[in-house]
């Protein structure tokens, strides 16, 4: 079997992706290929069409087409239905789009990896309240954290998504009433002490510029807190928001090893085996 794979985004040629695909099919023997594959959202639909003509087995989706491809999949994983965005999809024997998210369990293992507490922490503080943060704040309910506070530049789109995870917690069986998720401003002294900040914004990808209110956030973390960013950059100088915390003397790590798991975890949805990580991680650090 040939293995046709592919990251379908605009903008992507600064993606990381094919290096370590790539560096997984060569550790099992497969034969197969990783492509980047740049389609403008008015192209999306015919793109794809492309890609199953073509018998292609599956693609990662990123920014900005992960909502648009949630709705053209003909199935949606728990995960994809749970977060309402889908960034990796396997196309089946028949042609229907098998969309996943692979968003929570990335953020969750790589979170693990750089945590050196005891899980779960009193307070997280997730910046930012799109789909990534939406994984996130599933990923810490799971984790077992109890308060969650979720701030934004948009105050009105954070307090929706606090709203929104309060009311599945409130309806799931067992419920989760120990959990308080919330959406405080911006400028809020928090108690007790956040001891894990989170960025799930862009912020960070295209410059050096911090927001007033995310440099607030890193200044109110707990002295052996961590700050985390999904962001990574591919030099060594690290992303605005982890030099900015590394500053201030604090724990930091940026998206580097999310990036790493979600690949494993797609790997192993198109191929079946488990993503070899060590080699995906060895492949972008060359």
């Known amino acids: 079997m040939r293995y046709l794979l592919g990251l379908v985004g605009h903008p992507v040629s600064h993606s990381l992706s094919p290096l370590m695909h790539k560096a997984a099919l060569a550790h099992y023997g497969l034969d197969g290929d ?13 793109g794809i069409e492309k890609l199953v003509a073509d018998r292609y087995t599956g693609f ?13 999949a003909g199935e949606l994983t728990a995960e994809g239905k749970l977060l309402g965005a889908v960034n990796t999809v396997r196309i089946n024997q028949s042609g229907v789009l098998v969309g996943h998210n692979t968003d929570l369990a990335g953020f969750l293992m790589a979170l693990s990896d750089a945590w ?29 954290w109890s308060r969650i506070s979720v701030v934004s530049r948009i105050s009105q789109t954070a307090k929706s998504l606090a709203d929104e995870v309060s009311r599945l917690l409130a309806s799931q069986e067992p419920r989760k009433e120990n959990v308080i998720v919330d959406a405080p401003a ?11 900040v989170v960025n799930c914004t862009p912020v960070g990808l295209g410059d050096d510029i911090v927001p007033d209110w995310m440099a607030q956030q890193l200044a109110g973390l707990a002295s052996e807190g ?30 580097s090893g999310m990036l790493v798991h979600q690949a494993a975890l797609a790997f192993n949805f ?14 972008i650090a060359r």
């Not at 990662?60 to 053209?72: E, F, Y």
């Open 270 to 283: 198109w191929t079946g085996k488990a993503g070899p990580v060590d080699v995906m991680r060895a492949a």
């Open 116 to 144: 050196t507490k005891g899980f779960p922490g009193e307070l997280a503080v997730v910046m930012g309240a799109g789909g990534a943060a939406r994984a996130a704040v599933w990923a810490l309910v799971n984790l077992g």
């Open 226 to 255: 961590l700050f985390y960013d999904m962001v990574y950059r591919r030099d060594e100088i690290g992303t605005p928001l982890v030099k900015m915390a590394r500053a201030l003397n604090l724990a930091a790590s940026d998206g």
């Open 186 to 196: 911006v400028a809020t002294v928090r108690k007790p002490v956040p001891d894990l």
């Open 60 to 72: 990662n989706v990123t920014l900005p087409h992960k909502r648009t491809v949630a709705a053209l």
């Open 34 to 46: 990783y492509k980047l594959i740049d389609l403008r959202p008015e192209m999306l639909g015919k």
